[in-house]
Structures are given as structure tokens and as C-alpha cells.
């Protein structure tokens, strides 16, 4: 059976579904080691497989965004990040853009050499590696080792096509779709950042491994062998990058544990007042826009007199402290997977897991996109047809009433389907075509 190891990025939203990836890849006999930053060894413990201390960028977010200890150029990134998403879409993707260099090709020196002696240590078949995790895929080409890309979030983050650009979202939810000149600015920047990084990384490889061939542009670099990618194969996205095998898993989300007994009976006094609950949550890192959270409970208290709240806060649950009531939950966290096989519809961001964790559980989705890759993926949830998208800026008194009331009746009788065809896949699903497809060692070499 091969040797393999799963390589995160000290992300929770990163690190949690390639834990579960690496969980599978065990239960199917492998010998599996999890790589990543040491405050995510619980989660190798967890996955039953081993831990592999490796930290592979400077940020780090173990599950509240703010309030992870990191240095303080990256927190003051975090922050002007946070305050662009209030400014816009494009203006959130922009500020994303040219925090880029910084965030995604730090210490690739450093990120080789590690790589370098973790493979002299565990001689491993073959990795499996996080698409984001650029530095580990630019040092695994360097030096010739075997592995599988994995895409955490929208499937376009795996370029395909001359006008793909890393950072520009395929399409656009109609409330959210930009101006031409808006469009334009972004496109400039992306691309800018696309030159930019293709110079870097030929540049590395022809002083680590000059026998290796250069990559044409740096952000389509991934495996020419297998990509999983956490997300359904809907016939709409743009066709992927010939070459490797694609592994639409659907969902990397592993047996939903039982709810503790205080949730439960937490959500048992809620239905009791209330009949129906939702559950409001914006991602480690959105958390942190408590104006967005404090928009969506105050209308659903006001519109929606017979629904209660569980919210999921980050840092900012002392600021909302004062809706919490018999209607309202506040919390800095809450066990989301266990929780939407208890809940009416869903208010999220439109983050990777946040999307697919509702289609598996049949959990129809109000989705307010703010960055990144949210923007498609909230595209892919309106065309769908299992949720409705509004601009989380622009939240009109009403609004969110309103769309709840359009999830329970129109949408919601969809989401059975969505929940059948993702349990048909999902993560071991995804360990066995990996299985079937990567080479040992020998073979690869």
C-alpha cells in the first residue's frame, strides 16, 4: 500500500477537508501522514492517520480569523482585507490581489528545503497537495516528486483557458455582476499578478532544478496526474485543463458526528418558541463583519416571527452580544456540519465547504459572497437553483425575510436531489480514483 502525505495550509476551512481526504486515503490501507502548521495536529488525530509538523506560509487561521496569533504585517493584511469586502466586490478581490505575493509565494526557499527533508525522511509514494499551496507545488516540481492536486473551493481555482486569471471570477451572481470598468481594473491587476508570478517561479526553477520545465504561467500550475476537486460536477464550469485525471468528489465532509447534548437540547428550546431555525455563519475569516451578522438577525427577528438563530460570531460575539435572547444563539463557533441536519436554510458566504456541506445535508442556502471564490461559487448556487444570492452590503430592510421565505417554499423541495447525488461521491469516493490513478515510487521514478 502507498506512503502518502496530505500537505495543508494552516487554514481551518483548508485544513479540515483535506484531513478528512486524508482520513479516507487511510481507511483504504494507505499509510498516510498529514503535513501542516502544529496547532492543526488534532486533526491528524482525528483522521486516525500521522502528523507531520510543517508550516508553509506565513498566515495562519485556526478557526477565527482575527484571533489566530499571527505576525503583524499579516494581521494588518487581515484587516485591510476585512475593511475592502465592505467596499465591494471588485474592491475585495482587488485588495485580495495585491495582497497576493505576499500571502502565496512567501519563503519558498524555506518551503523547498522543508519539503526536501520531509521527503529524504518518510520517502512517501506520493503527495497530495493543496491548490492554493502554491510554494509546496512549486518545490514538488523542483524536485520531481508525484502528486495529486487538491481544489478546496470553486473549480476555476484550477486555470483553464488563456483567459482564465487567478483571482477573476468566471461569472457573477446577478445582483453583484460589475461594471465594465470595474471589471477591467480587476482584470488588470490579476493579470498583472499572472506576469508577475510566472517570472517568479521560472526564475526559482531554473536556479533549483533547471533540468525541470518552466511553467507557462505560474497560478496553472498543478498536477499532470490527478486533481480532486470538494466540489460537484455541475455541466455549466468551464471545461478543466487537459492532462490530469479530475475527480469531482462533491463534498469532503466526513460522517456528521452527533450534536452534543447541550446543542441539542439549545436547538430543541429554539424549535419549541420558534418552528423553524437557521443558521447564520460568514467563515473564519468574514466572521469579522458583525455589521453583515447584526443586518441578517435583526431582519429575520423582525420579518420572520415564527424563525430563530443560531449565529456563528468569530471575535465579534461580545459586539452582538445583545441580540442574543430566546430567539437568537451567539456564538464564537458552532458545529455546522452537525448542525444543518437541524436547520431550515442557511445564511453563508458562499465559502467552498459552507455550499457544499448544504447540498449534502438537503439545506437550502441564502448565500452574501464577499471575496475570493465566493462569487462564483454563489453563481453556481443561483443557477443551481438551490439559493438565493444578495449583496451583503447593500442588505435592505426586508430583504432577508424575504428570500427565507422564497428558500422554504420554492427551493427547499430541490435540495433532496442535491443531497442524493453528492452522497453518491464524496471523500471516499475520491481516495479510490486516487488510489486507482497515482503511481508508487518505483513507477514514478
Known sequence: MPRIVVVSPPFASHAAPLSV??????????EVYFACAPAFEELAVRAGVGFVPLTVTRNANTGVAEATEQAADEAARLSEFVQATGKGAVEALVTQARHRQADMLADPEEVHAALRAVDDRLRPDWYVVDQLSYPVTLALHCLGLAYATFCPGHPTYVLSGRDALFGVPYDWPGVLRPQPSQLAELRAV???????????????????????????????????????????????????????????????????????????????????????????ALGTFLSARADVLRSVVSDVLEGCADTAVVVAAGDRTEALADLAGERVVVRSTVPQQQLLGHVDAMVHHGGGNSFTECLRAGVPALVLPLSSDQFAIARDAERAGVGLVLDPNALAR??????LGVLAATVRPRMPRWARELGRRGPDWAARHLMATMPDRATAQ
Not at 481526504?21 to 494507505?30: D, I, K, V, Y
Open 21 to 30: 481526504l486524508a482520513a479516507a486515503l487511510g481507511a483504504r490501507g494507505a
Open 398 to 403: 426586508g430583504d432577508v425575510a424575504k428570500a
Open 190 to 280: 490579476a493579470g498583472a499578478n499572472d506576469r508577475l508570478f510566472t517570472e517568479l517561479f521560472a526564475a526559482f526553477v531554473n536556479d533549483k532544478a533547471p533540468h525541470a520545465p518552466v511553467p507557462r504561467r505560474a497560478f496553472a500550475l498543478t498536477s499532470p496526474r490527478a486533481v480532486v476537486y470538494a466540489y460537484p460536477e455541475v455541466p455549466w464550469l468551464p471545461a478543466p485543463p487537459s492532462g490530469p485525471e479530475h475527480f469531482f468528489a462533491g463534498h469532503m465532509t466526513g460522517p456528521a458526528a452527533p450534536l452534543s447534548p447541550e446543542w441539542a437540547g439549545q436547538l430543541e428550546l429554539l424549535r419549541a418558541r420558534s418552528g423553524k431555525i437557521v443558521l447564520v
